[in-house]
């Protein structure tokens, strides 16, 4: 199992809900000391763009583009990081990933298909 390691993504219809979920393989103490992100990519091989992120005392910010539609969230005791998804469309179609900031090893992300 690498350092990351996130899950929940699935097909998922325009306008329909998901809930991603990444664990990470760090110590306790680096975990809650560290803010934590969600990015995407919109295509292979293109660049991971930020997407939403928590601070280590809950603070969030989110790009313009999923603000009022995600909400970010941690659970330092189960070094958990999720991230609920909203009103999807197809624009969100993206491969999914999280990481600290700075970042560490990049996982495999998620898949998030909006689809009829």
């Known amino acids: 199992q690498g350092r990351v390691v996130e899950s929940g993504g699935q097909l998922v219809q325009p306008g329909g809900s998901l809930r991603l979920s990444c664990v990470l393989s760090?110590?306790?103490?680096?975990?809650?000391?560290?803010?934590m992100d969600w990015y995407r990519r919109t295509a292979a091989g293109g660049q991971r763009e930020l997407v939403a992120r928590v601070g280590t005392e809950g603070s969030q910010r989110y790009a313009d583009f999923v603000r009022g539609r995600f909400t970010v969230s941690r659970d330092n005791k189960q070094k958990r990081l999720y991230l609920q998804m909203s009103d999807l469309q197809p624009d969100d179609t993206a491969t999914y990933f999280c990481n600290s900031d700075p970042t560490g090893a990049w996982g495999r992300g998620t898949q998030v298909t909006v689809s009829t």
């Open positions: 760090v110590s306790d103490l680096f975990f809650r000391s560290a803010t």
